[in-house]
């Protein structure tokens, strides 16, 4: 039973095979388990603050420069061994673990999607995956670049300068070639070609029609002040429903917030093959690309007022997770130390009211 007053605590002991949409999942993390240690912000704290870009507004050096790094980084991810919980395969694993009820609370499986976690458990799942990155590089400035898909670079009526279009697939991620290619993706001959389309719903997925480049275009902007304007005026409804010791998982969608259900939800059908369920989806490298722009608009939507605010309940914030650091040690942390981006040691370009969709 739910128990209030008492946060949800991960531990990997009673880790089980989960399941999701009826279909088993074995992604409990490798044998290693170690010490636990608790998470301290002073890591953090002598670091310079980096920037976390955009990456369809970069020039074209500064474009090359960072592919050139991310794909460097990304090849040493994948190439450290299989159980190397640092590597590109475990982190996917973790990902899987928890959205398949395969840590146990009370006696249920909890998934932190389509819950008030969905969030900040994302935010902590990117700074692992940069701080990994950063050791394996050697580079502690090394910083994750996100795809800013909400940025339609043709409408003018925001403030966002950038007159790019983030709403295409990154081309970084697309070549064949490289490390942060994936196969099994759906690749319809109009993809990249055409801009995302942040309507997509599980049902008709992309088995549709394609909608022209200008509709799509101008659907994408009305979307975003759907989900961000309109339905998030509570936390309930932009963050998703309360998750506590001994919750259960809900079904797929209930209970999920506006951002997450809608466009988040979206990106991982449009783009398809491994990256439309939650267990394979860290399996490609541009979910993290996907996710930076996530965390980057769960930071925009306090901006909104009138009553935007995240849940200050101690259950939400003292609720933990277990991630891998950057030395392969298991790292106890709390919401709480993820409520600040700037402590944690980044900020994102483009974080002020900018985008177009905020005044549609
Ligand atoms: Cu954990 Cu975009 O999903």
Same mark, same amino acid.
């Given at each position: 039973?739910?128990?209030?007053?008492?946060?949800?605590?991960?531990?990997?002991?009673?880790?089980?095979?989960?399941?999701?949409?009826?279909?088993?999942?074995?992604?409990?993390?490798?044998?290693?388990?170690?010490?636990?240690?608790?998470?301290?912000?002073?890591?953090?704290?002598?670091?310079?603050?980096?920037?976390?870009?955009?990456?369809?507004?970069?020039?074209?050096?500064?474009?090359?420069?960072?592919?050139?790094?991310?794909?460097?980084?990304?090849?040493?991810?994948?190439?450290?061994?299989?159980?190397?919980?640092?590597?590109?395969?475990?982190?996917?694993?973790?990902?899987?673990?928890?959205?398949?009820?395969?840590?146990?609370?009370?006696?249920?499986?909890?998934?932190?999607?389509?819950?008030?976690?969905?969030?900040?458990?994302?935010?902590?799942?990117?700074?692992?995956?940069?701080?990994?990155?950063?050791?394996?590089?050697?580079?502690?400035?090394?910083?994750?670049?996100?795809?800013?898909?909400?940025?339609?670079?043709?409408? @003018?009526?925001?403030?966002? &300068?950038?007159?790019?279009? /983030?709403?295409?697939?990154? %081309?970084?991620?697309? *070549? $064949? #070639?490289?490390?942060?290619?994936?196969?099994?993706?759906?690749?319809?001959?109009?993809?990249?070609?055409?801009?995302?389309?942040?309507?997509?719903?599980?049902?008709?997925?992309?088995?549709?029609?394609?909608?022209?480049?200008?509709?799509?275009?101008?659907?994408?902007?009305?979307?975003?002040?759907?989900?961000?304007?309109?339905?998030?005026?509570?936390?309930?409804?932009?963050?998703?429903?309360?998750?506590?010791?001994?919750?259960?998982?809900?079904?797929?969608?209930?209970?999920?917030?506006?951002?997450?259900?809608?466009?988040?939800?979206?990106?991982?059908?449009?783009?398809?093959?491994?990256?439309?369920?939650?267990?394979?989806?860290?399996?490609?490298?541009?979910?993290?690309?996907?996710?930076?722009? @996530?965390?980057?608009?769960? &930071?925009?939507?306090?901006? /909104?007022?009138?009553?935007? %605010?995240?849940?200050? *309940? $101690? #259950?939400?914030?003292?609720?933990?997770?277990?991630?891998?650091?950057?030395?392969?040690?298991?790292?106890?942390?709390?919401?709480?130390?993820?409520?600040?981006?700037?402590?944690?040691?980044?900020?994102?370009?483009?974080?002020?009211?900018?985008?177009?969709?905020?005044?549609?």
């Amino acid at each position: 039973a739910v128990i209030y007053g008492a946060p949800l605590k991960t531990t990997f002991e009673g880790c089980r095979r989960g399941s999701l949409s009826g279909v088993d999942y074995d992604c409990c993390p490798s044998e290693y388990r170690g010490p636990i240690l608790d998470f301290e912000l002073k890591y953090n704290a002598s670091a310079p603050v980096r920037i976390r870009r955009a990456m369809d507004c970069l020039d074209e050096d500064e474009a090359s420069e960072y592919g050139e790094k991310l794909r460097k980084g990304i090849s040493l991810m994948k190439a450290l061994p299989a159980d190397d919980p640092r590597s590109f395969a475990q982190q996917a694993r973790l990902h899987c673990a928890y959205a398949t009820g395969s840590f146990v609370t009370g006696s249920e499986g909890f998934d932190i999607h389509f819950s008030w976690f969905f969030h900040p458990w994302h935010r902590w799942f990117l700074y692992f995956h940069e701080r990994i990155l950063q050791t394996l590089l050697g580079d502690p400035t090394f910083t994750i670049y996100f795809w800013h898909w909400d940025h339609d670079g043709e409408a @003018i009526i925001g403030r966002n &300068k950038c007159s790019k279009s /983030g709403m295409y697939f990154p %081309a970084i991620y697309a *070549d $064949p #070639d490289s490390p942060l290619f994936h196969a099994a993706r759906s690749l319809r001959p109009e993809f990249p070609a055409l801009p995302v389309d942040l309507g997509l719903t599980g049902a008709e997925s992309m088995d549709v029609p394609y909608r022209p480049k200008d509709l799509l275009l101008a659907r994408n902007v009305a979307v975003m002040h759907d989900v961000m304007v309109i339905k998030s005026n509570t936390s309930r409804i932009f963050l998703g429903r309360d998750l506590r010791a001994g919750g259960k998982r809900v079904l797929p969608y209930e209970g999920g917030g506006s951002l997450e259900v809608t466009g988040h939800a979206s990106i991982h059908w449009w783009v398809g093959g491994d990256l439309r369920t939650p267990p394979t989806a860290g399996k490609d490298p541009v979910f993290y690309a996907h996710h930076g722009n @996530i965390d980057r608009l769960w &930071k925009l939507w306090p901006l /909104g007022g009138q009553g935007r %605010a995240n849940p200050t *309940d $101690p #259950d939400f914030l003292d609720a933990e997770f277990l991630f891998y650091d950057e030395t392969k040690n298991v790292v106890r942390v709390k919401v709480r130390d993820a409520m600040d981006t700037r402590a944690l040691g980044y900020v994102y370009e483009f974080e002020e009211r900018n985008e177009a969709w905020w005044n549609y």
